[in-house]
């Protein structure tokens, strides 16, 4: 699982020790496991939320983690093209590539650690899939992808693209140099991450080296969610065991306990964290598929539309493969 490393973390800035007496640690209040199931043209997901109520997850929708999966040759598989209306994909490259390209212009390829976050608003269509040539020679694939909301105001905003490097992710540490953490957008302690968002949201990739513990300052008003890549290891102040492909759901507080145990796997090292919070947006949220709007009679429009054209047209061409950096030719 590569994404961004370093040689050295303790080169890196830290997070602040916690004072036991003044901070408030959030209980984990529901743990959940994610089914696996197939999304696109045939790549296998886990369904990360998957039996957690809305309430809880808001402003998210959905996160699937693709993979993780080393493909044979002539066996990558993406999406086809799809229409999206009034929310926000992110997709985060931990191994491999992809290449995304939609009906507003917007397209590029991400490998390891690299994040699309493409803003669907108003609407448009849209296309994932590897490259041909991985196509051709198969390898390892593994990613996120995360649906965060848009409010009532922002759901027909104009579509934007961001091409979010892994290079300019904040990276920092523990006090004792246990983890790696990787800020992709919003901040933790201080440091934020590069990607741009309409609701105020912290998502974050952190490496727990095994026995190691992360005390994660968080933010009272956001809500708190730990999704296990891989490993095994025990969340919250009671901690919970967890392992690869469970959901914590945390409560009230300011900040996050994980503990990674003292002995992990062979193909799974350390114990790799998705960690997801932001300001719920506490409004109705009516969603057919690929659209996610107020009510169903904006559904309903959303769909109108998309059968007139109006979410935009497929490319006459698609868009040349351009090799991510650190990919070569």
Same mark, same amino acid.
């Given at each position: 699982?590569?994404?961004?490393?370093v040689?050295?973390?303790?080169?890196?800035?830290?997070?602040?020790?916690?004072?036991?007496?003044?901070?408030?640690?959030?209980?984990?209040?529901?743990?959940?496991?994610?089914?696996?199931?197939?999304?696109?043209?045939?790549?296998?997901?886990?369904?990360?939320?998957?039996?957690v109520?809305?309430?809880?997850?808001?402003?998210?929708?959905?996160?699937d983690q693709?993979?993780?999966?080393?493909?044979?040759?002539?066996?990558?598989?993406?999406?086809?093209w799809?229409?999206?209306?009034?929310?926000?994909?992110?997709?985060?490259?931990?191994d491999?590539?992809?290449?995304?390209?939609?009906?507003?212009?917007?397209?590029?390829?991400?490998?390891?650690?690299?994040?699309?976050?493409?803003?669907?608003?108003?609407?448009?269509?849209h296309?994932e899939?590897?490259?041909?040539?991985?196509?051709?020679?198969?390898?390892?694939?593994?990613?996120?992808?995360?649906?965060?909301?848009?409010?009532?105001?922002?759901?027909?905003?104009?579509?934007?693209?961001?091409?979010?490097?892994?290079?300019?992710?904040a990276?920092?540490?523990?006090?004792?140099?246990?983890?790696?953490?990787?800020?992709?957008?919003?901040?933790?302690?201080?440091h934020?991450?590069?990607?741009?968002?309409?609701?105020?949201?912290?998502?974050?990739?952190?490496s727990?080296?095994?026995?190691?513990?992360?005390?994660?300052?968080?933010?009272?008003?956001?809500? #708190?969610?730990?999704?296990?890549?891989? +490993? @095994?290891? $025990? /969340?919250?102040?009671?901690? !919970?065991?967890? %392992? *690869?492909?469970?959901?914590?759901?945390?409560?009230?507080?300011?900040?996050?306990?994980?503990?990674?145990?003292?002995?992990?796997?062979?193909?799974?090292?350390?114990?790799?964290?998705?960690?997801?919070?932001?300001?719920?947006?506490?409004?109705?949220v009516?969603?057919?598929?690929?659209f996610?709007?107020?009510?169903?009679?904006?559904?309903?429009? #959303?769909?109108?539309?998309?059968?007139? +054209? @109006?979410? $935009? /047209?497929?490319p006459?061409? !698609?868009?040349? %493969? *351009?090799?991510?950096?650190?990919?070569?030719?």
């Amino acid at each position: 699982m590569p994404a961004i490393t370093v040689d050295d973390v303790l080169v890196l800035p830290r997070l602040p020790e916690l004072d036991p007496a003044t901070t408030r640690y959030r209980e984990v209040r529901r743990l959940t496991t994610a089914p696996s199931g197939f999304e696109g043209e045939g790549f296998p997901v886990r369904r990360a939320f998957a039996g957690v109520p809305q309430p809880e997850l808001d402003p998210f929708l959905h996160l699937d983690q693709m993979g993780e999966v080393d493909y044979a040759p002539g066996e990558p598989k993406g999406t086809p093209w799809h229409p999206h209306r009034g929310f926000e994909t992110v997709t985060y490259m931990i191994d491999g590539i992809m290449d995304h390209q939609d009906s507003n212009g917007g397209g590029g390829s991400i490998t390891n650690g690299d994040t699309q976050w493409m803003t669907a608003g108003s609407g448009l269509l849209h296309i994932e899939a590897p490259p041909e040539h991985l196509v051709v020679s198969g390898g390892l694939f593994h990613g996120l992808q995360l649906w965060v909301n848009l409010p009532r105001a922002k759901k027909l905003a104009p579509p934007r693209y961001q091409d979010i490097r892994g290079s300019a992710a904040a990276l920092l540490t523990t006090p004792d140099g246990g983890a790696l953490i990787r800020v992709i957008a919003g901040e933790v302690a201080g440091h934020r991450g590069p990607g741009s968002t309409h609701t105020p949201i912290s998502v974050v990739h952190v490496s727990l080296e095994p026995g190691a513990q992360l005390d994660l300052p968080w933010r009272s008003d956001f809500n #708190a969610l730990v999704y296990v890549l891989s +490993g @095994r290891g $025990g /969340v919250g102040q009671q901690g !919970r065991p967890v %392992h *690869t492909g469970q959901l914590a759901v945390y409560g009230r507080g300011d900040a996050l306990r994980v503990r990674a145990d003292a002995s992990q796997d062979g193909n799974a090292p350390r114990l790799e964290l998705f960690v997801m919070g932001g300001e719920p947006i506490r409004e109705p949220v009516a969603q057919y598929g690929p659209f996610v709007m107020n009510t169903r009679e904006e559904l309903i429009e #959303a769909f109108e539309d998309y059968q007139a +054209g @109006r979410l $935009g /047209v497929v490319p006459a061409e !698609r868009v040349p %493969h *351009t090799p991510a950096p650190g990919e070569g030719a």
